[in-house]
């Protein structure tokens, strides 16, 4: 049996869970994303980064929760949109992990470099571009270009159906089509992940991610669109 109050409660908290995490993550794992000298602070701080993927790992779980809990009401409305969300925020899921596979064969890295007083440093030098590649890859087919889809299904659902106040799905399909529009600038090269234009382009998808939650702790969904 699935609650029509404890569920929308328990989707709210894991919205904010997951970006609480993922701003965690990106964070700790500052010493080698932020630093030229990453194969030495990938082995002095290799504490810090695996919390980082531990971080990335609970936003992982929690983004599948989100699609996982609203399954139920999504698809009285509308199943192969609501399975549709299911399907890419697990793909999401997928993608992000690569990317914490990715951070975490970095410290391994680092570790034998620093180990192997650096016989060869333009290899591991290489590998480690490599590495990095592949998380900022990740970041930004993940909580961009996968983000825009996700937000895109479940928010049409919502405008559909009344289960929220309109403004708010009108928001996520506004910053779904944003955040979409930013990775393909991203992908091309046009400005980087981490930048004014892409922290700008992001804003309203996380403003809707975060103005949902809220209400559906507080709220839940609108009992006359159960």
């Not at 990938?42 to 929760?65: F, N, T």
């Not at 410290?107 to 060869?120: E, F, I, K, M, N």
């Amino acid at each position: 049996m699935v609650s029509i109050t404890k569920t929308p409660k328990v989707t709210g908290i894991l919205f904010i869970l997951a970006a609480v995490s993922s701003v965690l993550g990106l964070l700790f794992y500052g010493p080698i994303l932020n630093h030229t000298n990453y194969l030495t602070n990938g082995s002095e701080h290799a504490g810090q980064i695996i919390l980082g993927a531990l971080m990335e790992l609970i936003l992982v779980a929690s983004a599948v929760g989100t699609a996982v809990t609203m399954y139920p009401f999504l698809k009285k409305y509308n199943e192969s949109i609501a399975l549709g969300h299911v399907c890419f925020r697990l793909l999401e899921a997928v993608v992000i992990t690569i990317g914490i596979v990715g951070m975490l064969s970095l410290v391994t890295l680092s570790r034998q470099y620093v180990s192997a007083g650096a016989p060869d440093p333009a290899s591991y030098e290489a590998a480690g571009t490599l590495f990095l590649a592949v998380h900022d890859w990740t970041f930004m087919l993940g909580p961009n270009f996968l983000l825009g889809i996700n937000t895109m299904l479940y928010s049409y659902i919502f405008y559909k159906s009344g289960l929220v106040p309109r403004f708010i799905p009108i928001l996520g399909m506004t910053g779904a089509v944003l955040v979409f529009s930013a990775s393909l600038f991203e992908m091309f090269g046009v400005f980087s992940q981490l930048s004014v234009w892409g922290g700008l382009l992001s804003l309203p998808v996380a403003a809707n991610e975060m103005i949902l939650a809220v209400w559906l702790i507080v709220k839940g969904f609108n009992k006359a669109g159960l």
